[in-house]
């Protein structure tokens, strides 16, 4: 379910990366740009708060990868950042506007979903922002509630909470949609 | 254990998730922002430079500028208190007060005592001050008798 954050990064172009080469963090860019705009999509749902987030982290990228230490996996590193920097958008309270449906269609990658990737993505944006977040990092991203309470500096049970409401509203909206298409095939 | 059909649906439901790619020209901005960014550090670095520069020379030379305008303020108060002696010298038609030709030559006698032990400059100048202002007096009595003062 991973997003893309999980491609390795072999330890030669890390190490030209670090150099600096020009090249190869236009390589980087190119493998791992769709795994952090996907996930600041998911979670802000707006194409311009999307791109400044992933523009933020790599200018971060290029300035610190010198001092990566790499402890932790490239990609493991990489969607941290990404997931802070989404947070610190929610943080600063910015209003996201619905985004017109059709114009973020023509965005999306069809992994393969086609209407259900629609549909999927149009119950997903029905739940608030932070509801969003919590269930996309969580959910599909892995972190635990530890790290997302560290994430938002937030007790655990704010996560855990956050979570459990928004499983229940996405459950509920997804009965609603089977309730509708089931009376719409029945007419 | 039966099976959590929410959980199931959810699962299936995030899995369908699309994923997004973003505009093609974002790198280009990214590499731009990111030179402007370096542009900037170089600049402020330079700035920092030139501040720890200045600040080490007014650590290194501004005491030694201080020093000069000490020594110009000492000057200053010796010229001055030269020029009213001269002035109290040339009009010289009165009878004085011998507390103040007392008090002039007393201070006379410390400022020639200080420049023998080398005093400073903190030492010298309240006594050039103090010199003035005997003069000052003199002056203002306009009644003093000449009297030879020791020429510092």
Redesign the interface.
């Known amino acids: 379910?991973s997003?893309?954050f999980g491609q390795e990064l072999d330890a030669v172009s890390l190490a030209r990366a670090r150099r600096g080469d020009?090249a190869v963090l236009?390589a980087l860019?190119?493998r791992y740009?769709?795994a952090?705009?996907?996930l600041a999509?998911?979670v802000l749902g707006e194409?311009a708060a999307?791109?400044d987030v992933?523009?933020d982290v790599?200018?971060r990228v290029?300035?610190t990868i010198r001092d990566f230490r790499a402890d932790a996996p490239f990609g493991a590193w990489l969607k941290r950042m990404t997931a802070n920097a989404t947070i610190d958008v929610l943080r600063r309270n910015r209003r996201f506007t619905d985004e017109d449906f059709e114009s973020?269609l023509a965005?999306?990658?069809?992994?393969g979903?086609g209407e259900?990737?629609?549909?999927?993505?149009l119950?997903?944006r029905r739940l608030p922002a932070r509801a969003r977040a919590v269930l996309v990092l969580h959910?599909?991203e892995g972190y635990t509630h530890r790290e997302l309470a560290q994430m938002f500096g937030q007790s655990e049970s704010y996560s855990k909470s956050i979570l459990a409401r928004a499983?229940k509203r996405?459950?509920g909206m997804?009965n609603e949609a089977g309730d509708r298409a089931e009376t719409n095939d029945a007419v | 254990m039966p099976f959590d059909t929410d959980a199931l649906r959810r699962r299936e439901l995030l899995s369908h998730l699309p994923q997004f790619d973003p505009d093609p020209g974002l790198w280009a901005r990214i590499d731009a922002a990111h030179q402007r960014q370096m542009r900037e550090r170089r600049a402020a670095w330079r700035w920092l430079s030139a501040g720890l520069a200045a600040a080490l020379v007014a650590v290194v030379v501004l005491p030694r500028g201080t020093g000069q305008r000490n020594d110009e303020d000492l000057a200053s108060w010796q010229r001055r208190s030269q020029a009213l002696e001269r002035e109290w010298l040339a009009r010289a038609h009165a009878a004085g007060d011998t507390r103040l030709h007392a008090r002039l030559l007393g201070i006379d006698d410390r400022l020639q005592a200080a420049y023998d032990r080398g005093a400073g400059d903190a030492e010298l100048a309240p006594l050039w001050k103090q010199r003035i202002e005997a003069l000052d007096d003199l002056i203002a009595r306009d009644d003093s008798p000449m009297r030879v003062v020791t020429r510092l």
Do not use: H, I, K, N
């Open positions: 379910m997003s893309g020009r236009e860019y190119a740009s769709r952090c705009y996907t999509m998911r194409r999307a791109e992933v523009q790599f200018v290029l300035s973020v965005t999306m990658t069809d992994g979903g259900s990737a629609a549909d999927a993505w119950l997903l959910e599909l499983l996405l459950d997804m």
